[in-house]
């Protein structure tokens, strides 16, 4: 490919990508600057799922999870944050239903299962976000990390192309059957007492009537208690940027126009969220999007927040270089789409 025609991915969650692309804004804005992208399942080698990750393609654009663009930075690739998408993803403690568990202090001395993942090309994302949150959340509770068993339950990610697609009948079996999440099954035959999950995968998990909510991270007062994944990160290679920064610029300007028609279109935006992530349904979608704000942003508390779980990451072994987070932000980028899209406006 060409600068022309850069690589994208999007993660399975909440960040205006999807609508902008769904909605044929992303297409239209790239034609304009005579360009276009392709996503990563077309990559030649085979190996989009690597390159999601490790953001190893010269030129590529990734929407999503924070930590492995973080951990692109850190240790793989030369990369520009050019937007981030603030929205409360704060991770569950589940339990078993039947478990005489009531309170996170009840948690002393109980087993708590964590994903291990077995690929070493990749970082292990699923491992960080579930040991920060519930070492947030027992700290919360007054428990030192010692004061638990730490339970690792292996999986084998598959490697090749970045979102294969495998048969489901439901969007709840699918959810109970992710092979990154291979701790849930631990939990049902009772191997381990508790896991970490996000709020789609816990409201599934609920529902089969075997498990239930130990602790909500997502109602914590502290924001730094509800990062979780977030905020999620769009992130563009340095050649890409280098080469053809009309082409950041365009895909900035389409999801700022995706944000704006989210706010006024909440229920269609969640029927399109909700083909593309892991929520049950549609009105288990607007609770989690109503009145919240999809404008692109690299705001003082967004790049704090990921600052501290670039930190974080690097302390506990996940990745094994340091950056400078403001550094890697490009606000200018973001500043000339608002501007475009604000004088376009005025001209109407």
């Keep these: 490919m060409s600068a022309k025609q850069p690589f994208y991915s999007i993660c399975p969650v909440f960040v205006a990508s999807h609508i902008s692309r769904h909605l044929g804004w992303l297409e239209s804005e790239l034609a304009a600057v005579d360009a276009r992208a392709t996503g990563l399942e077309s990559h030649p080698s085979g190996q989009g799922a690597v390159i999601h990750s490790r953001h190893s393609d010269r030129y590529q654009i990734r929407d999503g999870g924070n930590v492995p ?139 089969t009537g075997r498990f239930k909510v130990l602790e909500n991270l997502a109602a914590s007062a502290d924001w730094v208690a509800r990062i979780a994944t977030t905020p999620y990160t769009l992130v ?29 279109n909440t229920l269609e935006a969640a029927k399109i969220f909700h083909e593309v992530t892991y929520d049950a349904t549609v009105e288990d979608v607007v609770q989690v999007i109503d009145g919240v704000d999809f404008t692109p942003s690299l705001s003082p508390q967004n790049l704090a927040a990921l600052d501290i779980g670039k930190n974080w990451l690097l302390a506990n072994g996940f990745i094994h270089n340091d950056f400078n987070v403001a550094q890697w932000a490009q606000p200018q980028w973001l500043g000339q789409a608002s501007a475009s899209l604000v004088t376009l406006e005025d001209a109407c």
């Design 69 to 207: 663009a973080i951990s692109a930075r850190a240790d793989h690739s030369d990369t520009v944050l050019i937007g981030s998408t603030d929205i409360n993803q704060g991770g569950q403690i589940v339990v078993r239903a039947d478990a005489p568990l009531w309170r996170l202090a009840d948690l002393q001395g109980r087993r708590i299962g964590v994903s291990h993942s077995q690929d070493a090309s990749r970082v292990d994302w699923w491992r960080a976000n579930s040991l920060r949150s519930v070492q947030i959340a027992l700290q919360q509770a007054g428990l030192a990390a010692d004061a638990v068993h730490w339970v690792d339950v292996s999986h084998a990610p598959a490697p090749g192309a970045w979102r294969s697609q495998t048969p489901h009948t439901s969007k709840e079996q699918k959810v109970l059957q992710l092979a990154f999440t291979p701790e849930l099954t631990a939990l049902d035959r009772g191997e381990v007492d508790a896991i970490y999950t996000t709020q789609g995968r816990a409201q599934i998990y609920e529902r």
């Design 236 to 264: 563009a290679s340095r050649a890409l940027v280098s080469e053809r920064p009309e082409v950041v610029v365009a895909w900035l300007r389409a999801n700022i126009r995706a944000a704006q028609w989210i706010k006024q």
